[in-house]
């Protein structure tokens, strides 16, 4: 590959992660990375993959994993800040970040929880806190992402894993600050605010759990407390760390999908008046809004030995990002991938992810996403966008809106 390509597809990402126009609209520098440099190896130190296949054969290699003790740091970072991202990426005590065996023995004990039919028995209840929440939107004009997108998710899974009500709020900040660390570009003051909200986390997680095994409860702490499996409970630092990682994973990105769910359709005014005449598109509709827009866009792993990828070779200790935003509009995988098409049955996209990591909370997020679609719908004879243009937050891996004004009509 000649330097003028190489140089092209690093701008491209820099655009992608450090612009404002590259983080509204990422899916044009996308199609560049494909098209010029698929399987790209940046001058910043890791891989970027944008095509479909490459994706799914990365993200579900047996010799691709999680250890990221090695990998470059974050882009503009001094070496003391390096040591302190590198303490997030040492850590070794929840699934996601974690390979097998500890990965399939963190994994099993939280898993029965989210299987898709003890999910579904869920659906009355999120039914219900949808319509409670949609009976609070004021008259005229509602932010979606205050009234709706964060706090559906964030009473789903503080609920099911036992958070007080009147703690979720202040926990929300919290979790948005240590997500930075999931970012390519970290300030310093965003790493630091991170050190200091995990470490806020952590000591509220651990009184949390000290409280549940002092007095039982029917949620999913106290079973992760009680656990047993084969002999092997989770220690204390991997239940603390288990707790936030399933309380953080459980609202941060699906507040994004139902914010970038009703942005997608309210700017294809066609579609939405599809699904309105079909309800039993809202299914599909919600698998393509995650494929049209994905909340999670970037997995990030280390490859433990050389292997060939889109025939390129990828040596061992190499830190590879499968772009999943990017190969969900892969021309190879989908028809005519940028547009959105609530009828589209092309199999379901990589937003959750592949293989051991595939997104545990799947069939939850899936779930809320089709609740909240379905009762909007039922509700409001007309929804239309204030802000034909709303402003995206500052992130990329997490990919989601700071405000989304809409104005509905009963
Ligand atoms: C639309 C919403 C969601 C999206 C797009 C999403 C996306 C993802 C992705 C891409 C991964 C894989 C990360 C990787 O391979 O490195 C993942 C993992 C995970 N997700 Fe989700 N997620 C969503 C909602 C949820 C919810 C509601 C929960 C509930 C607790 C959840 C819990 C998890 C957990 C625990 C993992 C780690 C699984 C493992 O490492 O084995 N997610 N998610």
Request: glycine share 6%; aromatic share 6%; proline share 6%.
């Amino acid at each position: 590959m000649t330097s003028v390509t190489t140089f092209d597809a690093d701008a491209l990402l820099v655009e992608l992660v450090a612009t404002p126009e590259g983080r509204a609209d990422p899916y044009p520098r996308y199609a560049g990375l494909r098209a010029q440099a698929p399987v790209h190896r940046s001058g910043f130190g890791f891989w970027a993959l944008t095509r479909y296949d490459d994706c799914q054969y990365v993200l579900r290699h047996p010799k691709v994993g999680k250890d990221f003790s090695g990998a470059a740091s974050a882009l503009g970072l001094s070496d003391a800040q390096r040591d302190e991202q590198a303490r997030f990426r040492e850590d070794r005590s929840n699934m996601l970040v974690t390979d097998p065996p500890d990965h399939t023995r963190l994994r099993g004990l939280a898993s029965r929880a989210f299987t898709p039919r003890t999910v579904e028995t869920l659906r009355p209840g999120v039914v219900a806190m949808v319509d409670e929440l949609i009976d609070a939107f004021r008259a005229g004009e509602v932010d979606v992402m205050q009234a709706l997108a964060f706090p559906l998710p964030v009473t789903v899974i503080g609920e099911m894993l036992g958070v007080p009500a009147e703690d979720r709020e202040q926990l929300r900040p919290l979790v948005r600050a240590v997500t930075a660390v999931l970012e390519l570009v970290v300030t310093p003051e965003a790493l630091s605010a991170a050190t200091a909200a995990n470490a806020t986390l952590e000591r509220y997680f651990a009184d949390l759990v000290a409280e549940r095994r002092a007095r039982p409860q029917d949620d999913l702490l106290t079973r992760l407390i009680q656990a047993e499996d084969e002999g092997d409970k989770l220690s204390e630092p991997e239940l603390v760390s288990t707790a936030i990682l399933l309380f953080a994973a459980g609202f941060e990105t699906t507040t994004n999908l139902i914010g970038n769910a009703v942005l997608g359709l309210l700017r294809h005014p066609d579609q939405l008046d599809r699904l309105r005449a079909d309800r039993a598109l809202v299914k599909p509709a919600v698998e393509e809004i995650l494929r049209y827009d994905s909340p999670v866009q970037i997995a990030v792993r280390t490859a433990y030995e050389d292997m060939d990828v889109g025939g390129r070779r990828v040596e061992a200790g190499s830190t590879v990002l499968a772009l999943l935003g990017a190969a969900n509009r892969d021309p190879a995988r989908y028809t005519d991938p940028d547009r959105l098409d609530v009828g589209r049955s092309e199999g379901a996209p990589i937003s959750f992810g592949s293989g051991i990591h595939f997104c545990l909370g799947a069939a939850l997020a899936r779930l809320e996403g089709q609740v909240v679609l379905d009762r909007l719908l039922e509700r409001f004879r007309s929804i239309e966008l204030v802000d034909g243009d709303p402003v995206h937050r500052d992130s990329l891996t997490l990919r989601g809106l700071v405000a989304l004004p809409v104005r509905f009509t009963p």
